[in-house]
């Protein structure tokens, strides 16, 4: 199986373009899966204070001290490759709502590093702009600190629509890397991904499979059939061409496998167009400007 290739963000830091996703995974199973997706080749891995999970993480990220790939993800020819060291591993992790301000999110940060047991993590997150408590240049601005101090390699923001990033660019003094966003084949955010190619922000794109509601399209489906490939590797191979950076969660070692093993295939013009069809405005999350 081919590894996720990494993509340059706008600092020059590389991130697999294929993570891992971590929400609604109970603390005690955080372990074991990050473990299983280690073993699979996964090398990149999104958290947030408020999933509850970051101390399992910790504990999968653990693992790494003993942990030899057996897989040829990364390893070449399926034969046991070194251990991985920290400088492999991509953890990002996200400010709460609650803990928006400046001091709020420096706290809130050294409680996620506690939690993670790391020293450094590869990029920190605002989780949701929340706008009406009016805190996320502020909180942001915390966040350039923990950038600057080297504890957060790459900054920047979850959930952030035209407006809320305007805003913020009026005062921001780093650019922020990336915008974490709901996208996948019924919610595409063209204007969104229009604006970060300009703005030089990579979309990540969150619930890329419209939290498993997506595998179920028929036009998916036809597309699987005739490529020979799961409905979600046809919707994963979508992102990938679209160039955004992806997080799917999945809860058996099969489907972490499935899901990373799509870089060996590609997606001609005609299936892209289809895909592209698709968009139906439809979330299966809040709309940011909701979430306060
Ligand atoms: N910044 C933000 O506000 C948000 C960020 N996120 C991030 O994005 C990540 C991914 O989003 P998430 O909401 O989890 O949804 P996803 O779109 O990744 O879908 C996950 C669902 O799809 C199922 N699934 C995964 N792979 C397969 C497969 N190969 N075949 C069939 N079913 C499959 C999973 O089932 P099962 O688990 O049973 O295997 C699960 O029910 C989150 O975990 C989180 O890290 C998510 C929401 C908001
Ligand atoms: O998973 C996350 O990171 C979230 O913030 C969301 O799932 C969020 O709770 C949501 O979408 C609520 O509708």
Same mark, same amino acid.
């Given at each position: ?29 955080a372990a074991?899966?990050v473990t ?20 399992g993480v910790?504990r999968g990220i653990?693992s ?98 035209? %407006?809320? #990033?305007? &805003?913020?660019?009026? !005062? ?5 890397? +990336? *915008? ?95 895909? %592209?069809? #698709?968009? &139906?405005?439809?979330? !299966? ?5 909701? +979430? *306060?």
């Amino acid at each position: 199986m081919k590894p996720s290739p990494r993509l340059s963000l706008n600092n020059g830091v590389l991130i697999d373009q294929l993570g891992f996703g971590l929400y609604k995974v109970p603390p005690a199973e955080a372990a074991g899966l990050v473990t299983m997706a280690l073993e699979a080749g996964y090398r990149h891995f999104d958290t947030a204070a408020m999933y509850g999970n970051e101390t399992g993480v910790a504990r999968g990220i653990g693992s790494l001290s003993s942990f030899v790939s057996t897989d040829d993800a990364r390893g070449g020819s399926g034969e046991a490759s070194p251990s991985l060291s920290r400088e492999d591993l991509f953890v990002t992790t996200k400010l709460w709502n609650d803990d928006q301000g400046y001091d709020a999110t420096l706290r809130a940060f050294d409680t996620s590093m506690a939690n993670l047991g790391l020293e450094y993590v590869d990029m920190y997150l605002i989780h949701w702009p929340c706008p009406q408590r009016g805190l996320y240049s502020e909180s942001y601005r915390a966040m350039e600190t923990l950038y600057r101090e080297g504890r957060a390699r790459a900054i920047g923001v979850s959930n952030f629509q035209p %407006a809320h #990033l305007d &805003r913020l660019l009026q !005062t921001a003094e780093v650019v922020p890397a +990336v *915008n974490q966003i709901e996208l996948h084949p019924w919610l595409q955010q063209e204007e969104l991904r229009a604006l970060h190619g300009g703005l030089g922000i990579t979309t990540e794109a969150w619930s890329p499979l419209g939290r498993g509601q997506v595998l179920q399209d028929p036009v998916v489906l036809d597309l699987a059939a005739a490529h020979g490939r799961t409905p979600a590797q046809i919707i994963l191979r979508w992102h990938v061409q679209l160039g955004n950076v992806t997080i799917p969660k999945a809860s058996s070692y099969a489907r972490i496998r499935e899901n990373l093993n799509v870089f060996g295939f590609s997606l001609e013009a005609a299936a892209m167009d289809a895909l %592209a069809g #698709l968009e &139906r405005g439809f979330r !299966t999350g809040s709309h940011p400007d909701s +979430v *306060n």
